[in-house]
């Protein structure tokens, strides 16, 4: 039911279930096995999935890298295949590499998923050395499959603005984000790795996957803390749903493949909205490929809840104990760039609407939706209904609202100065160096100087939405000023 607007969720899952069913029926016809037929979806599954640069040119060449990273990983996960030691410690290797190449923006954090995925699928198919002529065709064809449904045949992102992707906030050594993520999810993962193969010596990997999939896309403790529990939540209601609709249909074709449509269909079109929603349904999407293999029982999907759980836990021991990197720290730095944002969207429309050549703020826009999305999903421990915190979250809550005032205003202001018999006054100067101040104070911690702006509604368009953007800003000192040095929206 989330607003999905220009329908782009929805092109999304529409063209990756064709591009996934393509890429399957296209293994088959080449002869591959039921194994080789599933690795080749989920190859372009993830083609489809993690690939997120600015541009359809870095989109095609970040797909071209995903074999070059995956069928090397792929050959040493089979060579290792019956050498338990060397294969545990080569993943856990991979694993905190595919972290750490976060730090190389969203090329990085694609071919590390790649290659971290490809390792957990030849656990999950018990890939051996004789099996990988097969699979590196179907891996190889797949891709290629995915590529030209992406880039040929239904490549919508050419009538769209390039849609910036912020990178997670910066430092050097230890103090850089994606470094102290590399170390926990390494640990995290350790740690699952070795309870998991106590519960279970077959199915271990659950656990390693759990604790990785937690970390993707979150760069603090509560951020972790929250999808941790999200991802529990969504196998816990994907298994139950798996008993009602995987188990009876386990091994029939037609409607396993039905099926697996539709939850590849609901992985992307709740991915941006909902990780409950999307973990449900690879729950499930895994539930009906066991039951394809002939492995589903209701034992096995209790284990998998286990699995799950143990490893969601180590994620969260791994942030929680090991270079920590706090909510606050990581909140501050988005809502800093968002703030900065705003500024920069107000002074872009300002030279559009004097007339300044070139002047075009559309891409700030766009940039601060990505921006505003990073605000939400790290303030979200704070808004949790189980965050106990309730002074904390009411200030946080405050905090989204008027952020989403100053969006709504900047849309309005930009729409005004895309008309082209919108005209300059003075006021416009005067209203946009009263944003850019105020802009000023909250990022640079003089919150207590900004000025409250009072006064009737303007009649101009433009500094009516000026006025209101004023307000907002104003409005923001409160929430966000630290007297005795107390958090700024959470800790």
């Known amino acids: 039911m989330a607003p999905d607007p220009g329908r782009v969720r929805l092109r999304f899952a529409a063209r990756a279930v064709l591009g996934i069913g393509l890429a399957v029926a296209v293994c088959g016809l080449a002869g591959h096995s039921l194994v080789g037929a599933v690795t080749g979806g989920l190859a372009a599954l993830l083609a489809l999935f993690t690939v997120t640069d600015a541009t359809v040119r870095a989109q095609a060449v970040t797909t071209a890298l995903l074999p070059v990273v995956g069928l090397p990983v792929l050959a040493a996960a089979a060579a290792l295949h019956g050498r338990p030691v060397a294969r545990d410690l080569t993943f856990l290797a991979v694993i905190g590499a595919g972290v750490y190449a976060r730090r190389w923006g969203p090329r990085g954090h694609s071919l590390g998923v790649f290659a971290f995925m490809t390792f957990f699928v030849a656990q999950f198919l018990r890939a051996t050395p004789d099996r990988l002529p097969e ?3 179907a891996v190889l064809l ?22 910036p992707v912020p990178a997670p906030p910066a430092g050097t050594g230890l103090a850089r984000v994606t470094t102290r993520q590399a170390v926990q999810a390494t640990a995290g993962a350790a740690l699952a790795l070795v309870v998991g193969q106590l519960v279970s010596p077959e199915r271990w990997y659950w656990a390693v996957g759990a604790t990785w999939w937690v970390f993707v896309n979150t760069t603090s403790r509560g951020e972790t803390l929250v999808r941790g529990f999200r991802r529990v939540l969504g196998t816990v209601i994907g298994l139950g749903l798996g ?11 037609v409607p396993s493949a039905v099926l697996l449509a539709l939850c590849v269909f609901g992985i992307f079109y709740t991915a941006a909205v909902s990780y409950t929603w999307m973990m449900l349904c690879v729950t499930v999407l895994a539930e009906l490929l066991y039951g394809l293999l002939g492995l589903l029982t209701p034992g096995l999907l209790a284990l998998r809840l286990v699995e799950t759980g143990i490893g969601a836990l180590g994620a969260m021991l791994a942030v929680l104990f090991v270079l920590p990197v706090s909510t606050h720290t990581t909140t501050d730095a988005w ?5 900065r944002c705003v500024h920069a969207c107000t002074a872009e429309a300002a030279a559009r609407l004097r007339g300044v050549p ?9 940039e601060l939706e990505q921006l505003l999305g990073r605000v939400r999903l790290s303030v979200a421990p704070l808004v949790h209904p189980l965050n106990p915190m309730l002074g904390r979250k009411r200030r946080a809550r405050r905090v989204l609202a008027l952020l989403d005032d100053c969006a709504r205003e900047v849309r309005g202001l930009v729409a005004v ?3 082209a018999e919108a005209s300059h006054d003075a006021r416009l100067a005067a209203a946009c160096w009263r944003v850019e101040t105020a802009v000023e104070a909250l990022t640079g911690g003089r919150r207590e100087d900004v000025e409250r702006v009072d006064g009737p509604p303007a009649a101009e368009p433009a500094l009516a939405h000026l006025h209101g953007l004023e307000r907002a800003l104003t409005e923001l000192a409160t929430p966000l000023r630290t007297p005795s040095g107390s958090p700024l929206v959470g800790a």
Not at 335 to 339: G, M, W
Not at 358 to 366: E, N, S, Y
């Open 417 to 419: 100065a895309a008309d």
């Open 135 to 137: 699979l590196y065709t």
């Open 335 to 339: 809502i800093q760039r968002a703030l």
């Open 243 to 253: 008993l009602l609709v995987a188990v009876p249909v386990a091994g029939s074709a």
């Open 142 to 163: 797949s891709v290629l499959i995915a590529a030209a449904v992406r880039f040929g045949a239904w490549c919508y992102e050419r009538r769209l603005p390039p849609a």
């Open 358 to 366: 070139g002047a075009d703020p559309a891409p700030r826009v766009a």
